[in-house]
């Protein structure tokens, strides 16, 4: 599913911009209760992290560290962390994967980045430095962790997500929402299904959005996808902002 979802994820990230702002300028109603799923309610907006939120604002008081890991079954992992102190952010981004005949050509090329192999992993880590200056590679620092290690693509059908209540996490005050698919029946779940030729899925966890600007803050997310061929994936998502 990976680069078809990253090709996807450029579109809805800016559709989901788009939309995320409008239903900001429509809110004024009162906030129901907690627990509620009301359709009127202000949602979880899973097209919008805070890295992209707190990168496209003014520059942040104090440096904020962010952190996006994605660990699957099969062994392969992805670690991006990033720093945004003023008008520059630094983001390094370390990937481990079953390794393939690929790997090792790549790990022939003269100048070409570090590859380790161990125990059937090929490991690479590079980093990436990114000013504000420079407006469309500031963008694309920011947007990369969303694509590369966030759960945004789990959401595209839009499970149903429940508020739980208020939080403060790491001086952010924010609001809780836990999802959980393993309620929802096959044709809920029908879009997913089709697009990843699946036979189930089921996502499950907790996500914190920020009660301001409404971007998700932190979030601990799994998921498990059940081939037609029996075969299950399991993949879980982690991702926190820190103020320095």
């Known amino acids: 599913m990976g680069w078809t979802f990253v090709a996807m994820g450029l579109l809805l990230?800016?559709?989901?911009?788009?939309?995320?702002?409008?239903?900001?300028?429509?809110?004024?109603?009162?906030?129901?209760?907690?627990g509620t799923t009301n359709p009127l309610e202000r949602q979880l907006d899973t097209g919008t992290y805070c890295v992209q939120t707190l990168t496209q604002g003014p520059?942040?008081?104090?440096?904020?560290?962010?952190?996006?890991?994605?660990?699957?079954?099969?062994?392969?992992?992805?670690?991006?962390?990033?720093?945004?102190?003023?008008?520059?952010?630094?983001l390094t981004i370390h990937e481990r994967h079953p390794a393939t005949d690929v790997d090792h050509q790549l790990a022939s090329v003269p100048g070409a980045a570090p590859i380790v192999f161990h125990d059937g992993f090929a490991e690479n880590t590079h980093s990436n430095h990114y000013t504000r200056s420079d407006a469309s590679g500031w963008r694309v620092g920011a947007n990369s962790v969303v694509l590369g290690a966030s759960p945004w693509q789990l959401f595209?059908?839009?499970?149903?997500?429940?508020?739980?209540?208020?939080?403060?996490?790491?001086?952010?005050?924010?609001?809780?929402?836990?999802?959980?698919?393993?309620?929802?029946?096959?044709?809920?779940?029908?879009g997913f299904l089709l697009a990843g030729g699946l036979k189930d899925y089921n996502i499950t966890g907790t996500a914190w959005a920020t009660q301001d600007t409404n971007c998700v803050l932190q979030y601990a997310i799994d998921f498990e996808q059940d081939g037609k061929d029996g075969t299950v994936r399991k993949t879980h998502y982690e991702g926190a902002v820190t103020k320095q």
């Open 59 to 90: 520059p942040v008081a104090a440096p904020v560290h962010f952190s996006n890991k994605r660990n699957s079954s099969d062994g392969s992992a992805v670690d991006y962390e990033a720093d945004l102190s003023g008008d520059n952010f630094d």
């Open 156 to 190: 595209i059908n839009k499970p149903t997500v429940t508020r739980v209540g208020t939080e403060n996490v790491n001086g952010y005050q924010t609001i809780k929402y836990t999802v959980d698919t393993t309620h929802q029946s096959q044709l809920d779940k029908y």
């Open 13 to 34: 990230l800016a559709v989901q911009g788009c939309t995320s702002r409008a239903r900001r300028g429509q809110e004024g109603a009162p906030d129901p209760s907690p």
